[in-house]
């Protein structure tokens, strides 16, 4: 089975830093296609470019973040970028798995054939999120999902991460309405919600959820300033499109 594997991104200075180590680990994924989503107006040369030049099957896409919750201060993030992820998954894939893949998280190339042969959702844990460091599903000894640990349980049914979970396109076509919702902090719980998932469907994975294969990792950001060259001229910094 193919991976779609999703990918929201928006521009910044950490941008193709970020996007760069990602495409350097799915160099090492056989049986991947990148949908990349620019939260953007139009789609970025760089970004293009580096799809071009790597050379993995791949989708560019452009979906931005309604008006609204740009002004608001936490923010839905990426949430338009993968639901029109799901409509072109819809109108292109018959079979796969979909993989919600944040550009700035650190990814074990094990991790994806752990996912490869999920049959509707499969789970597995994740490092380094909130304070507490770990989001995972807990196992009992008959390899069930029986409860979750997460630093942030905010009445959820699902908490779990963005990066913990992957669904299999079936299941995405069989839900035909399902999107994920533009509230922060809940979209993976109101997108397995509604995919109308028990706790008794969750295929764990990664030795029954003892394994680390992905980090919430974030880039810390650098306020850009302008700085003088050696002989005193304004450097500007450099331009994020030339590549
Ligand atoms: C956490 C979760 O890991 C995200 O999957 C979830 O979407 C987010 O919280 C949330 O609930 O809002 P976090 O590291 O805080 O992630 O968020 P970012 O990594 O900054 O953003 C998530 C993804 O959306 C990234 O791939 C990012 O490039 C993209 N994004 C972010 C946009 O497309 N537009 C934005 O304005 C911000
Ligand atoms: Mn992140």
Redesign the pocket.
């Known amino acids: 089975p193919v991976i779609y594997l999703v990918?929201?991104?928006?521009r910044r200075p950490e941008?193709i830093p970020?996007l760069t180590r990602l495409a350097q680990t799915l160099l090492n994924v056989p049986a991947v296609h990148w949908i990349v989503?620019?939260?953007n107006s139009a789609l970025s040369p760089a970004i293009a470019s580096l799809l071009k030049r790597y050379g993995i099957p791949h989708t560019h896409l452009k979906a931005q973040?309604p008006e609204k919750y740009k002004k608001s201060k936490?923010?839905?993030?990426?949430?338009a970028?993968r639901n029109a992820a799901l409509d072109w998954v819809r109108s292109n894939c018959k079979s796969g798995v979909v993989y919600?893949a944040?550009?700035?998280?650190t990814y074990d190339i094990r991790l994806f054939e752990e996912m490869r042969f999920t049959k509707k959702v499969s789970m597995w844990p994740v490092g380094l999120?909130t304070k507490v460091g770990l989001s995972s599903p807990v196992v009992n000894d008959k390899g069930v999902v029986v409860d979750f640990f997460d630093g942030w349980m905010a009445n959820r049914k699902f908490p779990v991460?963005?990066?913990g979970f992957a669904v299999s396109v079936q299941l995405i076509l069989e839900k035909s309405d399902v999107y994920m919702p533009y509230v922060?902090?809940h979209?993976?719980d109101g997108f397995l919600k509604k995919l109308d998932v028990s706790p008794a469907d969750i295929e764990p994975k990664a030795n029954r959820c003892t394994q680390i294969f992905v980090w919430?990792t974030?880039t810390k950001s650098n306020t850009p300033a302008n700085r003088t060259t050696a002989t005193g001229k304004r450097y500007k910094g450099t331009n994020i499109d030339t590549l």
């Open positions: 990918t929201p991104t928006y941008q970020d989503v620019e939260d973040m936490l923010k839905p993030r990426g949430v970028n919600f944040d550009d700035d998280n999120v991460d963005m990066a922060p902090g979209e993976e919430h974030q």
